[in-house]
């Protein structure tokens, strides 16, 4: 398998001390995870270096030979603005300090044993580098309305604009190393979502689901961390945890929204520390998985309300992608029919039927709570009971009707006042009659989907049509 180096771009360590440098890439590379490094201990080389190689972060150290480390600081403020210069000194001087940030350095540390605290200032430093890259490219594709790998949502149809906004801001995020929240009602296609980030990511390591609404705090650090041999009676055999089965790949965290509060702690620690413990064992293993998460539950809310924690809630959120319902995205309905019909066309063996065109009318009038689940499963149940040449509109109705709405939401059902405006109120006949005319419109002259809109029966709207033509 294809190791999958991080971050995505090179990080350059520039110092005339080759032991530092050594131990310092060391430190990076082991307890900080970070594997993209190079070093170099001639400051002369870095300006070349830089036109060979895409790096994206700088350790520079401040007091060398030939070319200092302010000097060299500067000259890449002027030809690599975008490049991130943490500067790594012998010296605690404010003074050094100051300028170095006014050269444009995105941080300067004092040269410490304190590992942890180098590692951490590399990856806020990381960090910053991925968002601005991200920004960039998020900027360079909205530009060009174009998607580079549309293969990777070959699965989601659709031809709406805003899910194919959500598509051009997948591309721009997939490579990073940070979670992707994924947010959306029941049905939606946040699973199918989740593929597509796993498609373009950056490794070719398996795609993990593990659906985690209920699992109590054992069962989820049992799942996610795995055991070793008798750490638990009936433990018997050591098992790996979904992080490590993910290995470079991706671990879905489905109905994040349901994580009881000691397990959210849990997942915190792991995305905080990268590392965990399989149970029953005191050697971290890494975690090289990518983490997408998704829920249909409104995440802000359980925070505020206090069930979901703040701190998780925002490490969560690094990437953001909400797929909107389909009842906001109707334009997607008739591609998503021809598309569910060819697919029950082939599980039931038969020809793909054609449907009255009202029927794509009536689809459009319900809210499906549902979602694309629900359409789906709509169509399949109407594909089970066809036997002739054109697809019969019953089952459909019938399955809205099950779910307890009448088509067409109508101003006047969702409470607004349909007659705001009106200087002078039409007549009960009259209004009966536009009433009438404009359900009959709307549902292209179907009488039964105007009936339903209407809420009154097919016989009496047509008893009610045959009135209105006397008149
Ligand atoms: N755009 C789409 N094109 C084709 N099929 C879709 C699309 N979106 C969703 N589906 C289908 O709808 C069903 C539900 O999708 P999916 O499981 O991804 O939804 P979900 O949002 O993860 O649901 P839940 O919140 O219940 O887990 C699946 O059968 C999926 O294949």
Same mark, same amino acid.
């Given at each position: 398998?294809?190791?999958?180096?991080?971050?995505?771009?090179?990080?350059?360590?520039?110092?005339?001390?080759?032991?530092?440098?050594?131990?310092?890439?060391?430190?990076?590379?082991?307890?900080?995870?970070?594997?993209?490094?190079?070093?170099?201990?001639?400051?002369?080389?870095?300006?070349?270096?830089? %036109?060979?190689?895409?790096?994206?972060?700088?350790?520079?150290?401040?007091?060398?030979?030939?070319?200092?480390? %302010?000097?060299?600081?500067?000259?890449?403020?002027?030809?690599?603005?975008?490049?991130?210069?943490?500067?790594?000194?012998?010296?605690?001087?404010?003074?050094?300090?100051?300028?170095c940030m006014r050269l444009g350095?995105?941080?300067?540390?004092?040269?410490?044993?304190?590992?942890?605290?180098?590692?951490?200032?590399?990856?806020?430093?990381?960090?910053?580098?991925?968002?601005?890259?991200?920004?960039?490219?998020?900027?360079?594709?909205?530009?060009?309305?174009?998607?580079?790998?549309?293969?990777?949502?070959?699965?989601?149809?659709?031809?709406?604009?805003?899910?194919?906004?959500?598509?051009?801001?997948?591309?721009?995020?997939?490579?990073?190393?940070?979670?992707?929240?994924?947010?959306?009602?029941?049905?939606?296609?946040?699973?199918?979502?989740?593929?597509?980030?796993?498609?373009?990511?950056?490794?070719?390591?398996?795609?993990?689901?593990?659906?985690?609404?209920?699992?109590?705090?054992?069962?989820f650090a049992d799942t996610l961390?795995?055991?070793?041999?008798?750490?638990?009676?009936?433990?018997?055999?050591?098992?790996?945890?979904?992080?490590?089965?993910?290995?470079?790949?991706?671990?879905?965290?489905?109905?994040?929204?349901?994580?009881?509060?000691?397990?959210?702690?849990?997942?915190?620690?792991?995305?905080?520390?990268?590392?965990?413990?399989?149970?029953?064992?005191?050697?971290?293993?890494?975690?090289?998985?990518?983490?997408?998460?998704?829920?249909?539950?409104?995440?802000?809310?359980?925070?505020?309300?206090?069930?979901?924690?703040?701190?998780?809630?925002?490490?969560?959120?690094?990437?953001?992608?909400?797929?909107?319902?389909?009842?906001?995205?109707?334009?997607?309905?008739?591609?998503?029919?021809?598309?569910?019909?060819?697919?029950?066309?082939?599980?039931?063996?038969?020809?793909?039927?054609?449907?009255?065109?009202?029927?794509?009318?009536?689809?459009?009038?319900?809210?499906?709570?549902?979602?694309?689940?629900?359409?789906?499963?709509?169509?399949?149940?109407?594909?089970?009971?066809?036997?002739?040449?054109?697809?019969?509109?019953?089952?459909?109705?019938?399955?809205?009707?099950?779910?307890?709405?009448?088509?067409?939401?109508?101003?006047?059902?969702?409470?607004?006042?349909?007659?705001?405006?009106?200087?002078?109120?039409?007549?009960?006949?009259?209004?009966?009659?536009?009433?009438?005319?404009?359900?009959?419109?709307?549902?292209?002259?179907?009488?039964?989907?105007?009936?339903?809109?209407?809420?009154?029966?097919?016989?009496?709207?047509?008893?009610?049509?045959?009135?209105?033509?006397?008149?």
């Open positions: 398998m294809k190791e999958a180096l991080y971050p995505a771009f090179g990080v350059l360590l520039v110092d005339d001390e080759p032991p530092w440098l050594r131990s310092l890439s060391m430190s990076l590379e082991g307890p900080g995870g970070i594997t993209n490094i190079t070093q170099v201990s001639d400051s002369r080389q870095v300006l070349a270096l830089l %036109e060979q190689q895409d790096f994206g972060l700088v350790l520079l150290d401040l007091t060398m030979p030939y070319l200092s480390g %302010e000097e060299l600081l500067s000259k890449l403020a002027e030809e690599h603005p975008d490049l991130s210069v943490l500067v790594m000194s012998g010296l605690n001087q404010v003074e050094t300090a100051v300028r350095a995105f941080d300067y540390l004092v040269k410490t044993d304190d590992e942890d605290r180098i590692i951490d200032a590399v990856r806020r430093a990381i960090r910053m580098q991925e968002l601005q890259r991200e920004n960039k490219e998020m900027r360079r594709r909205f530009l060009n309305d174009r998607l580079e790998c549309p293969q990777a949502f070959a699965q989601i149809v659709t031809q709406n604009k805003a899910m194919r906004s959500i598509f051009q801001y997948i591309e721009a995020v997939a490579k990073s190393t940070q979670p992707i929240l994924i947010t959306g009602e029941s049905g939606v296609g946040k699973e199918l979502v989740a593929r597509a980030v796993h498609n373009l990511s950056r490794s070719d390591g398996p795609l993990v689901s593990v659906n985690v609404a209920g699992l109590d705090d054992s069962v961390f795995g055991h070793r041999k008798g750490a638990f009676t009936g433990a018997d055999e050591t098992r790996s945890g979904m992080v490590e089965q993910a290995a470079e790949g991706t671990l879905f965290l489905d109905e994040i929204g349901d994580l009881s509060l000691s397990c959210q702690v849990k997942l915190l620690r792991l995305l905080q520390e990268g590392e965990f413990y399989p149970l029953g064992s005191d050697i971290p293993k890494q975690m090289k998985a990518r983490i997408v998460v998704a829920t249909h539950q409104d995440l802000a809310q359980k925070r505020a309300a206090g069930s979901f924690r703040k701190d998780l809630y925002y490490r969560l959120r690094a990437h953001h992608v909400h797929i909107p319902p389909l009842r906001e995205r109707k334009d997607d309905i008739p591609l998503l029919l021809d598309n569910f019909l060819e697919e029950a066309a082939r599980l039931f063996d038969k020809k793909v039927p054609s449907y009255p065109k009202e029927l794509v009318t009536l689809l459009s009038t319900y809210s499906f709570p549902g979602n694309l689940r629900e359409m789906r499963s709509m169509v399949f149940d109407a594909m089970s009971v066809h036997n002739s040449r054109m697809l019969s509109m019953t089952p459909f109705l019938n399955a809205m009707e099950e779910q307890g709405e009448r088509p067409a939401p109508s101003a006047a059902g969702s409470g607004e006042n349909v007659f705001y405006g009106c200087d002078e109120l039409p007549t009960l006949g009259e209004a009966v009659e536009q009433l009438v005319n404009e359900a009959m419109r709307r549902c292209e002259h179907n009488q039964s989907i105007a009936s339903r809109i209407l809420g009154i029966s097919q016989p009496a709207l047509s008893k009610r049509l045959k009135l209105l033509r006397k008149e």
